[in-house]
């Protein structure tokens, strides 16, 4: 929110939540085919350029036309309106008065990563990293606009279904760009990417645009926020067109994953994710481990014959190799983890698993040193600025359920990561000295 300053001060109050502790791909929306979410508008500038539409979905029912996203929200006599869509469960695009459907079709139930890419006047269709046979030849101007979605703008038109890692980027992304970031966070601004909702936040109307545009949704009704069952980590690895002789290797401090005789699969990518999981509901000696491994295959099953999990590198674990446990479960919407079918080779420290299988996710435990990880930390809330004065101002907020806070601030528009920072707060309201005269601020909590 703004406070207006009373003499030299401009203030733009942030609050971070859960968004700087993000578990794998976290939250997303879940749409219920009769409500929709609209973004300011985009300056994408794209016009009759090159540009990239590409998110995670997951439909509930593949009936009539369910649209995704689409850039414009009315009339497409008045508004250039181009998405991702449903159709009959085909994945297709509506564009300036007329349909297209490619060949591909969206599995109900399943999250897929969908691109939609204009190149040289060229429209190509991606579902999970794969070019769609069709394509389109079209360089229609595209306008500025609102991004809509989970609707077209119709009334008709509604996404039943899931929708995570939304990004609209000005520039035609590669095969090889989709491929290495569809299953990890883009942490970094990027001068193309125009918009990027990841909806991970857990509570309030408002979900951040990471592209650095300030294209923040609002009006999120508590409702439309659910797990999300994405499969996106820190980094990943993949294979397309696999044999029985292709390996895939996802290394880490805390344990080595592999993949290896993985079977006949179109495609199948391990991801890695740096922290604790969303859920520990049924983990045993947590202990120190805080990284966790997932698999995603497209177009069959995995043959896990040569699926291998070593902490021969991990200290703590090799220690304790003889209690350890491999546990797992289906994704992040999953609420319980089980323990797996692993073998666990504690003479050379690698645990083997047998099994098939499409979407998992893997956590190491069983240590006897058990720790405890804390709650989860939920926001605090109200953030206000009073007493602003010509070098300092007055900071005050209604408490989460931690007792210790930093502050993080800058001039207006700078990333966060890169200002200055006070840790270890433990009293409020908290006094914010040293700011310099007519100048506005970003401060975050």
Known sequence: ??????????????????????????????????????????????????????????????????????????????????????????????????????????????WQHIAMVRQNGVITFYVNGVANTTTFADATRMNNAAITLGSSGNTNEFLNGSLDEVRVWSEARTVDQIRNNMCVRISTPVAALKSYWRFDEFQGTTSKDFSGNQSDLTAISQQLRAASGAPIGDTCAYRFNTSQTKSIVV???????????????????????????????????????????????????????????NYNAFPQAAAEHASLKLFERTNNETPSWTEGTSTNDTVRNIFINVGNYTTKEFFLAGFSNIITPPPACLAPTNLVADMVKEFSARLDWTAGNSGIYMVEYGPTGFTPGTGAKINNITQKPYVLNGLQSNTAYDVYL
């Open 1 to 110: 929110m703004n406070i207006i300053k009373p003499t030299f001060l401009l203030f733009s109050i942030l609050l971070l939540n859960q968004l700087s502790f993000a578990q794998g791909s976290l939250n997303a929306l879940s749409f219920d085919g009769k409500t929709k979410v609209v973004s300011p508008v985009v300056a994408h500038n794209i016009r009759n350029n090159d540009f990239t539409f590409e998110a995670w979905v997951k439909p509930n029912t593949a009936t009539g036309a369910q649209a995704i996203l689409a850039n414009g929200t009315a009339s497409p006599a008045i508004y250039t309106r181009t998405g991702s869509q449903l159709n009959g469960g085909k994945i297709g695009f509506f564009w300036h008065g007329t349909w297209f459907n490619t060949t591909s079709t969206a599995t109900v139930g399943v």
């Open 251 to 309: 290394n880490s401090n805390q344990g080595n994953f592999t993949l290896q005789n993985v079977g006949n699969v179109s495609a199948v990518f391990v991801y890695r994710v740096d922290t604790l999981p969303n859920s520990i509901s049924n983990l045993q000696g947590i202990g120190p481990n805080r990284t966790y491994f997932g698999v995603f295959t497209v177009g069959g099953t995995l043959n896990t014959n040569g699926l291998s999990f």
